[in-house]
């Protein structure tokens, strides 16, 4: 989608949770959802970044999720200022979610990824180290 209806799609659902969430308590806690590399390295270029969005505690994908922070920067190499940007792609397998990112250097990069959960309180707040190779 693009970042009109990629908008429009996190503010319809941000009131969803204004509404429903101080009427109904959380089924489970944000804490049991986490993001997993499913591939740790990337070549270095326009690279295509796929993470796997879990409930922990059953290991089940979790789709439907609202990714509405993300920052690549090479972190783990000393290099906090060099980041780049990101962009969601449509995935097409439930639970895993996309991103395009120039991958301008080889080496360490952190993603930083902040997400909303369906029918969840909280954010899910995940760091993830992905490997540049020439
Ligand atoms: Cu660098």
């Known amino acids: 989608m693009n970042s009109y209806t990629y ?5 319809a659902f941000l009131i969803g949770i204004a509404v429903t969430g101080s009427a109904t308590l959380a089924r489970a ?3 049991d959802y986490g993001f997993q590399l ?6 270095k270029g326009d690279a295509i970044i796929s993470v796997r969005l879990v409930h922990k505690p059953d290991g089940k994908p979790v789709p439907d ?18 980041a780049t940007k990101t962009a969601p ?4 397998e ?7 990112a120039a991958v301008t250097m080889e080496g360490g990069w952190q993603l930083s990824l902040g997400a909303k959960v369906q029918g969840e309180a909280g954010t899910v707040e995940n760091k ?4 540049a190779t020439p």
């Open 29 to 31: 806690d944000i804490k």
């Open 65 to 82: 999720a609202v990714i509405f922070a993300t920052r690549l920067d090479m972190a783990p190499d000393g290099m906090q200022e060099m």
């Open 94 to 100: 439930p639970g895993v979610y996309k991103f395009k």
């Open 38 to 43: 499913v591939d740790k390295t990337v070549k």
């Open 7 to 11: 908008a429009r799609t996190l503010q």
């Open 89 to 92: 792609m449509p995935s097409t």
């Open 128 to 131: 993830l180290v992905i490997k």
